[in-house]
């Protein structure tokens, strides 16, 4: 990669990152902590190539935290309407983690900071 392209990128990025600064500032976008936000990057990964996720593969999908805070963020992201839960339809011990329209509308703003970035 030559200097200027990498120069390039770099400011592509950087602007990136200001959009989205300015977007989490607005009273209507979601209130997310880093767990948080790390965990519906990771699910999204999963929902893209059409995985299902269950409560339980969820829980241990960052090994850096601790299984107890991983089920405390879902619970705080359920409760922020960013995921659903969905029983299986044969077992109903086993309940899927799924985005909501927050999730899928959460997603398209940062889609749209990163559209804006590469046109600036």
Known sequence: MTKSKAANFSQMYTKYL????????LPTFPDLDAVEARMLNT???????????TVLEAMVML?????TTAHRRLKM??????I???LDSHDNRVKYVVPTKATHQYFAQ???C???AQLA
Not at 18 to 25: D, E, H, M, Q, W
């Open 84 to 86: 659903d839960l969905n």
């Open 110 to 112: 940062l889609g749209q």
């Open 63 to 67: 090994p850096e935290i601790s299984t």
């Open 43 to 53: 699910f999204a990964a999963n929902w893209h190539e059409d995985k299902q996720i």
């Open 114 to 116: 990163m559209e804006k």
């Open 18 to 25: 200001n959009l989205v600064r300015t977007i989490k500032a």
């Open 77 to 82: 992201l359920r409760k922020k309407g960013m």
